[in-house]
């Protein structure tokens, strides 16, 4: 299988840094974007297989973010991760094309387990 090339979009840097960490010792080939804005023109221009985001960011927040990836037509897969998790925010993020949705705090074994999913053949 080839490295997975991922984007993770928060606007938090200890928690953008500590996914990173996660990601890369895990083996992935990982990018950061500080925001929904920032991360919309790396998906735009980066080919990722997956994207990391939080749902709530300033400027473009993780729903908007998402709208305008599908308006964009990225395909990378899409993971959200959410300090404010609801049924409401989870159906919202479903449909605009979130893959997974997780509650913080995320612990690296829930994120390996939601990539490991969402890439199986």
């Not at 200890?14 to 500080?34: F, N, P, Q, S």
């Not at 804005?37 to 473009?60: C, H, Q, S, V």
């Amino acid at each position: 299988m080839e490295t997975l090339k991922i984007l993770v979009v928060d606007d938090e840097e200890h928690t953008r840094l500590g996914y990173a960490e996660i990601l890369k010792m895990g083996g992935y080939e990982v990018d950061l974007a500080v925001d929904g804005l920032d991360g919309l023109f790396k998906a735009e221009n980066g080919g990722y297989d997956l994207i990391i985001t939080d749902l709530r960011m300033p400027k473009l927040n993780g729903l908007e973010f998402l709208e305008k990836m599908k308006e964009r037509n990225i395909a990378a897969k899409v993971i959200v991760i959410t300090a404010f998790g609801s049924y409401k925010s989870f159906k919202e993020a479903e449909n605009v094309g979130a893959c997974v949705y997780l509650n913080k705090p995320v612990r690296a074994a829930d994120l390996d387990a939601a990539i490991t999913e969402l890439f199986r053949k």
